[in-house]
């Protein structure tokens, strides 16, 4: 209502405003695109040095032919170098959450356990026999086991 009443107040008609917003949008959907290439330009492991830069200069001389001409001979291989990083940030992802939760959930387990065992016997609930029984259950586990474990 505010935004009505502002253009009938001032002479600056609806459609005006209208035309305003859709530039407006069309400028940073062009932004998004440049920022986008370019960053896709040095990322880009096929080319060399002078390719990036040839790349640059004509898509910031030629601007808006330049960032065409990119997309047009660049565009696929924009989309797979994109799907290629992600995978491999998400494999490294992958990779950290199981060094990180292998080596403080099974041995953190494994100690705990332990203690919990030696706490028994010393309260006299377990007997020598009875714990070594169930140490050596706990030290001794079976390597799929423990595979399983650490992928659930």
């Known amino acids: 209502m505010s935004t009505f009443l502002f253009a009938v107040s001032t002479g600056y008609p609806l ?10 949008f069309l400028f940073v959907v062009w932004i998004f695109v440049l920022v986008l290439v370019i960053v896709d330009l040095f990322r880009s492991d096929d080319l060399s040095g002078w390719g990036k830069a040839g790349w640059l200069l004509v898509v910031l001389i030629f601007e808006v ?3 065409l001409a990119y997309l047009i001979v660049r565009g696929r291989g924009m989309s797979g170098r994109t799907e290629r990083r992600a995978q491999l940030e998400d494999e490294r992802l992958r990779t950290y959450i199981r060094e990180t939760a292998g080596a403080s959930g099974s041995s953190g387990n494994t100690t ?31 390597p799929a086991e423990a595979m399983e474990a650490q992928h659930a």
């Open 65 to 67: 032919f330049g960032v």
């Open 112 to 142: 705990d356990q332990l203690a919990k065992l030696a706490d028994l016997r010393d309260r006299g609930v377990l007997t020598p026999d009875e714990f070594e029984r169930q140490k050596n259950k706990i030290l001794t586990v079976d």
């Open 15 to 24: 459609f005006d405003a209208f035309l305003t917003i859709l530039w407006v």
